[in-house]
């Protein structure tokens, strides 16, 4: 079965840190750009951060910026979310997603075809 699984999320204190991982399962991540969004309570889904597939070019949305690092170990068919210095804002369900042959990075990324998504992971900053 073609798909990918996240991980990682719960329940953490404002200032903790989570990291969150995209495994894929069925098929190798090695050419798919690489996404992340979030979708809080009655907001619309935001995208996060993405990182090309070569790994070579990363972006992160401002509100986020200095405080998560995206990484991929292709070895391992993972890309990781590293969440650091969290807010309760950044409270939300998280998703992973896959895009073909995507090699570049910026906030058009929310404008890509996506080829697989995960089922998310439920992020909870608060005290």
């Known amino acids: 079965q073609l798909q990918l699984v996240e991980s990682g999320g719960g329940l953490v204190q404002p200032g903790g840190s989570l990291r969150l991982s995209c495994a894929a399962s069925g098929f190798t991540l090695d050419y798919y750009g690489i996404a992340w969004f979030r979708q809080a309570p009655g907001k619309e889904r935001e995208g996060v951060s993405c990182?090309?597939?070569?790994?070579?070019?990363?972006y992160y949305a401002d509100s986020v910026k200095g405080r998560f690092t995206t990484s991929r170990d292709n070895a391992k068919n993972t890309v990781y979310l590293q969440m650091d210095s969290l807010k309760p804002e950044d409270t939300g369900v998280y998703y992973c997603?896959?895009?073909?042959?995507?090699?570049?990075?910026?906030?058009?990324?929310?404008?890509?075809?996506?080829?697989?998504w995960g089922q998310g992971t439920q992020v909870t900053v608060s005290s």
């Open positions: 990182i090309s597939s070569s790994a070579g070019i990363i």
């Open positions: 997603a896959a895009s073909w042959g995507e090699n570049y990075c910026s906030s058009e990324h929310t404008f890509w075809t996506y080829d697989y």
